[in-house]
């Protein structure tokens, strides 16, 4: 029994040795992966920062009234028509860009510079003056009275610096109303006008249609309206909609009802020798706007972190 001592001792020692060297050659298990850290949901409606803008629009109405002060009558003479009948002034369109603030997931305001194409106008002013007298009448053939009509046709160009607040009223599906009302100066210039008259200086009567019919009569052509330059008010009413187009990148499409006030003329001179005050245009639009927000920084979520690279083993 002694003598198998050490030949077991022996084959023990190699047999350990020999289970050593085969765990030897496997490698430790990977270490496991850390999770994943939690990214927050995109807000796109939440977020506040910095922003510019862009527009362009159309006005598909056009409202405007002229206005001018009142004529003197002649002497002995009563006024029974005096002003514009007749106003027209073509709708235009126009482009902004601007800077604001979104302040919260709601508000936001911003300052823009618009430039608005030319507008064409139109204007019939009518003067008839009775005599107090032996005045006309309609249907008679005797009295003193005076017509005068006077077409007036040129350009207005404007452009106005706006001040605009708006609140989004909710996000659906990424889409978000808002209500928004401005405030700024709109800067008119208006030139190329001429009075084209025409008028009646002394009529002996009245017609049923209206018209004063005898009498010396003058035609008064390409009487020159002195271009002028003037500022005024303006204010403005929006509705619309915003979409988001990317993360930064936001949608507007929107109505704006704008006022900028009156656009003033020059001097009319008249190339009979007289010179005539001026008169003013007032003009209200209905626009229709698209532009794009460009949101410049925020409290965006960051984006999610790569995937860890992982070795094979």
């Not at 992966?33 to 510019?52: E, R």
């Not at 608005?116 to 009775?130: A, E, I, K, Y």
């Not at 990317?246 to 001179?269: S, V």
Request: proline share 7%; glycine share 14%.
């Amino acid at each position: 029994m002694g003598k198998f001592s050490p030949l077991f001792f022996a084959g023990a020692v190699l047999a350990g040795l020999a289970g050593a060297a085969h765990a030897a050659d496997l490698l430790p298990p990977p270490p496991a992966l850390p999770a994943a850290p939690a990214v927050a949901p995109m807000s796109m409606g939440g977020d506040s920062g910095w922003y510019i803008r862009g527009d362009l629009g159309v006005a598909v109405s056009n409202t405007t009234t002229w206005t001018g002060p009142a004529a003197t009558p002649p002497a002995g003479f009563a006024t029974v028509l005096d002003g514009f009948n007749q106003e027209y002034l073509t709708g235009d369109a126009f482009a902004d860009v601007g800077a604001g603030y979104q302040f919260n997931s709601w508000l936001r305001a911003d300052v823009t510079a618009e430039l608005h194409g030319s507008q064409s106008g139109n204007g019939v002013t009518t003067q008839l003056f009775n005599s107090t007298t032996t005045p006309c009448v309609v249907g008679g053939t005797t009295g003193s009275c005076q017509y005068y009509q006077d077409h007036f046709n040129g350009e207005v160009h404007t452009q106005a610096l706006m001040l605009n607040a708006y609140a989004d009223v909710g996000t659906w599906y990424g889409i978000s109303p808002y209500v928004g009302a401005g405030v700024g100066i709109a800067r008119h210039t208006t030139d190329g006008f001429l009075d084209n008259g025409a008028n009646v200086a002394a009529g002996t009567g009245l017609t049923t249609g209206g018209g004063v019919t005898g009498g010396p009569s003058a035609v008064v052509l390409y009487n020159p309206v002195s271009a002028a330059t003037n500022y005024s008010f303006a204010w403005a009413l929006m509705a619309g909609l915003s979409f988001d187009v990317t993360q930064n990148l936001k949608m507007d499409i929107g109505y704006r009802y704008i006022d900028m006030g009156k656009a003033k003329t020059g001097a009319d001179n008249c190339l009979c020798g007289v010179t005539y005050p001026g008169f003013a245009i007032a003009a209200h639009e209905h626009d229709v706007r698209v532009g794009l927000r460009w949101l410049l920084a925020g409290d965006y979520p960051p984006p999610p972190p790569p995937a860890p690279i992982v070795s094979r083993y």
